[in-house]
């Protein structure tokens, strides 16, 4: 027997050891020294570069002045070992401690060897500006920085020609507007853009307008100030999460692509106060903002999530909900303060929904959403659930609180939905407990609705550790084959 067949992974080539050693972290594959004089640089040399020094696992617990020398002094010696070799990615996380004046140098070097991803997770008080040679690369496929509380950044230039995909959290563009335009027009092939805890209420407008973008995420930082003016011409974005305080308008909404959509949309305290006081006096009063425009550039997606807040919102601050003829799936978030009134409406508004899903049933009874809903006792009311054409509904959180009155309001409104829903096929509720006989309760219970709107409907009772479905009106079994 010869020696390679006694030691395969020692008769590997040094490039695909490199790029098994790529798929741990530096720190790990740093370890692997230890083998052999063969195996002492080599893990220097892979082409991904991941460096972490951030106290995960007990975040209170201070750096050690030893623990930041030895840290700097194993990242300089990584990148002088490497020499000239080029770097696929890097990855640098650090808090606290680390001066900018080690980060720079390591930054660059990486810049210089024609590094493509480049992923920083920095403290502001590391590093409070960035090296403006971040936004001049000409090899950067895919730029990552964050965290909260992120570097701010002065864009002179941007010349990012290979650019695809940029995530920033929490970066403050110093030039306002003016900087985020200079970056748009400095990606000229960028394919996927999120921006996290983007503050641009300052800003009075802006604008996002790019041909190219697929994926576009911009989830605004809380203020107490709203943007005047937003607008996106977008076409060829299939996904788009949306994240802001609802501005004053929306010129321009252009998604003609649009396949799922997240949107998050709230009122200030000072909206909300002046919303109600225009529908308090019933007066023809100009609203404090308008989403209409917002769901009319949206109104082709497929997929939809809206959270309580944008609930909340399209009741206080939009005229007309539009017709949503290729939406299939709705995901509606709900909040125990807050109501459903612009739920009927919207409903009302989806021809062709199949797939229902609720994030909670518990919500602020009303007057006005008793169409969906047995808030206020409405049981002979005309519903728009009859005519929905809805042929399964989810029902996440269910139980969530553990409060018996709480579940009580649950069970009526899940029974409201079967008494109504003439086109439901599917019923599945998550349980947040994994109690057997609270879940074969809560299946007895939707046995006794004494009058189901579908007979063709199935139920699913689903928990961490036991699923129970049903068929009204009869029969209950386990899936695993036993029967109650």
Same mark, same amino acid.
């Not at 800003?203 to 994926?215: G, H």
């Given at each position: ?19 098994? =050693? ?12 230890? @083998? ?8 220097? @040399? ?55 004046? /080690? ?90 853009? #999120? ?28 203020? #107490? ?18 994240? /802001? ?70 009741? =206080? ?28 409406? =919207? ?5 062709? @929904? ?7 049933? =518990?919500?602020?009874?009303? /007057? ?103 068929? @009204? ?12």
């Amino acid at each position: 027997m010869d020696d390679c067949s006694k030691d395969i992974i020692n008769c590997l080539p040094d490039n695909l050891l490199c790029q098994i =050693l790529s798929n741990l972290s530096t720190k790990e594959a740093a370890l692997t020294s230890l @083998l052999s004089k063969r195996w002492r640089y080599l893990f220097a @040399l892979v082409p991904n570069l991941d460096f972490d020094v951030l106290p995960s696992l007990h975040p209170e617990v201070a750096m050690q002045d030893q623990d930041q020398t030895s840290f700097i002094d194993f990242v300089d010696r990584v990148l002088k070992l490497r020499g000239k070799d080029h770097i696929n990615k890097f990855s640098l996380k650090c808090g606290d401690g680390i001066e900018d004046e /080690d980060v720079f140098p390591w930054i660059l070097n990486t810049l210089r060897h024609g590094v493509s991803d480049l992923s920083l997770h920095v403290s502001p008080s590391l590093v409070y500006w960035l090296p403006s040679k971040v936004f001049a690369s000409k090899t950067l496929v895919r730029l990552k920085i964050g965290p909260k509380d992120g570097p701010r950044v002065k864009l002179r230039n941007v010349c990012l020609p290979k650019l695809k995909t940029l995530n920033l959290d929490s970066v403050v563009f110093e030039e306002g507007k003016i900087g985020f335009a200079k970056l748009l027009s400095g990606c000229p092939v960028l394919e996927e853009l #999120s921006l996290l805890n983007l503050a641009w209420d300052r800003w009075d407008s802006c604008s996002v307008s790019s041909k190219i973008l697929k994926r576009l995420t911009l989830c605004c930082a809380h203020s #107490s100030r709203n943007p005047k003016s937003v607008s996106f011409d977008t076409p060829n974005v299939v996904y788009f999460e949306y994240s /802001d305080n609802i501005a004053n308008k929306y010129p321009k909404v252009n998604f003609d692509s649009l396949v799922e959509a997240s949107i998050g949309i709230r009122m200030t305290k000072v909206q909300k106060a002046n919303a109600r006081y225009v529908s308090d006096v019933d007066e023809e009063t100009e609203m404090v903002g308008n989403a209409t425009d917002l769901l009319m550039g949206i109104c082709n997606v497929k997929t939809l999530y809206l959270s309580y807040d944008t609930l909340e919102t399209l009741n =206080l601050c939009c005229q007309v909900i539009p017709v949503f003829n290729n939406l299939t799936h709705l995901t509606i978030e709900s909040h125990p303060e807050l109501g459903w009134e612009s739920l009927p409406n =919207l409903l009302k508004s989806c021809p062709n @929904l199949g797939t229902l899903v609720f994030q909670g049933l =518990l919500h602020k009874a009303t /007057d006005r959403c008793g169409d969906v809903c047995m808030c206020q006792g409405l049981e002979n009311s005309h519903s728009c659930l009859s005519s929905s054409p809805v042929k399964c509904l989810k029902i996440l959180k269910f139980g969530e609180t553990n409060d018996d009155d709480d579940m009580e309001i649950e069970m009526e409104q899940i029974k409201n939905f079967l008494e109504k829903m003439t086109n439901l096929e599917q019923l599945i509720i998550y349980y947040e407990s994994s109690i057997d006989n609270d879940l074969v309760r809560v299946s007895s219970q939707l046995q006794e609705v004494p009058t189901v709107a579908s007979l063709k409907c199935k139920i699913q009772v689903i928990s961490d550790n036991l699923s129970l479905s049903s068929t @009204l009106p009869i029969s209950l079994s386990m899936e695993n084959g036993f029967h109650l």
